[in-house]
């Protein structure tokens, strides 16, 4: 059974940065890929980033530009930079297995998810 476990996150303040890490278990050999949403209180759960094992990434357009995702042996990374207060959420992992051209921002096409962690911005 695939498992996820989300680290890092906390509190900064607005222009800061953080760093969020995905450990991924039992993915297997094949083609797979895995993102990051966010849900802030009151509001829907977001696609926020995603990477696919054989390098394509994908960006929501408020991230564009501070976030970078990376992936490495299965551990998923995500750079946030020049962090706004909007960005405050709980931060969840996601995972499938599969190929897809560009990787999907979509909750729907994932079926492994991480506990979350929570991410605040303050100003």
């Known amino acids: 059974q695939v498992s996820l476990m989300e680290s890092g996150g906390g509190s900064v303040q607005a222009g800061g940065s953080l760093r969020l890490s995905c450990a991924a278990s039992?993915?297997?050999?094949?083609?797979?890929?895995m993102a990051w949403f966010r849900q802030a209180p009151g509001k829907e759960r977001e696609g926020v980033a995603a990477?696919?094992?054989?390098?394509t990434t994908s960006y929501s357009e408020p991230v564009k530009g501070r976030f970078t995702v990376s992936l490495d042996n299965a551990q998923m990374h995500l750079e946030m930079n020049s962090l706004k207060p909007e960005d405050t959420a709980m931060y969840y992992c996601a995972a499938d297995t599969g190929y897809w051209r560009a990787p999907p921002l979509r909750a729907s096409e994932y079926i492994h998810w991480g506990q979350g962690i929570q991410v605040t911005v303050s100003s």
């Open positions: 039992r993915l297997g050999d094949t083609n797979y890929y």
């Open positions: 990477i696919t094992n054989y390098g």
